[in-house]
């Protein structure tokens, strides 16, 4: 139905990203952050529609049933990154749209249950974090997401190495190295996270993206044998591209200025 351009003050545009976004960008349309906010979803909303019946039009749409439907509020953080901060609340579900924080919400991905048949929604207690796992093959020269997992603040992360390697199909006790990425602009920031201490101590919370990679030999033939080199070279192609850009719309200008100067001559000729 068509709306009136006066009426979009009634309206919220709320955004879900579901598990399958982040399959299908990483990799390919976003190398750094989590999605493209303008490849996901987007839903139309009146403002005074509770978020609980929006989760039916969520189930009618992507058939997730509510019971097996949780959302994560999305903020922008100081490093201009967007990640998933925290899980609304029943009591926040009642409230109407208009009251979210923001127009970015995170569907968490479901898993199969106990009996490999059906689908259940996680677990997760106070103490989880949530992260989001991508590889990086040094080789091909690639990152792709592998999933996500909650995972206790104060353990270690070789209680999750087994995981990691299974999520990326690697021989089970294969070495590996964990980075975190912390941002892309205005320049690349990829920390090493130290295995030797708990994902607390080093800095982690919800909403971080951890990269991986099968541990590097001292000698390695690879342009970028690993993530931060790799980020690195990404963040120097963007920057080359911005350039051309800004090269291409100053010879546009020019070329307007020329025949706006030729126009005027024309006129008093």
Not at 17 to 39: A, P, S, T
Not at 111 to 118: I, Q
Request: proline letters at 5%.
């Amino acid at each position: 139905m068509a709306h009136n351009k006066d009426d979009s003050d009634l309206y919220t545009i709320i955004k879900v990203v579901r598990n399958e976004d982040l399959y299908q960008q990483i990799g390919r349309d976003v190398y750094c952050d989590l999605v493209d906010h303008d490849k996901v979803h987007s839903f139309r909303v009146h403002n005074s529609t509770p978020f609980n019946v929006f989760k039916e039009i969520v189930a009618r749409q992507f058939g997730v049933p509510l019971q097996l439907q949780r959302f994560w509020v999305c903020l922008k953080r100081k490093n201009q990154t967007w990640r998933p901060y925290q899980t609304l609340t029943h009591e926040e579900e009642k409230q109407p749209v208009c009251e979210l924080l923001t127009d970015l919400i995170l569907l968490e991905g479901l898993e199969l249950g106990p009996d490999l048949r059906t689908f259940c929604l996680r677990f997760k207690t106070e103490e989880d974090i949530l992260f989001f796992f991508n590889r990086y093959d040094p080789e091909k020269e690639g990152i792709r997401y592998v999933g996500n997992l909650f995972v206790k603040g104060r353990a270690m992360p070789e209680d999750i190495l087994k995981k990691l390697n299974d999520m990326a199909n690697f021989p089970p006790n294969e070495e590996i190295e964990l980075y975190e990425e912390v941002r892309f602009a205005p320049t690349v920031m990829c920390d090493l996270v130290d295995q030797k201490h708990t994902f607390l101590a080093n800095g982690l919370e919800n909403g971080d993206i951890i990269c991986f990679q099968k541990a590097q030999p001292v000698q390695t033939k690879c342009r970028y044998p690993d993530i931060p080199s790799f980020l690195r070279y990404l963040g120097y192609q963007e920057l080359q591209v911005a350039k051309l850009k800004v090269i291409a719309l100053k010879e546009e200008l020019k070329e307007a200025e020329e025949n706006l100067s030729a126009l005027i001559r024309g006129q008093h000729n």
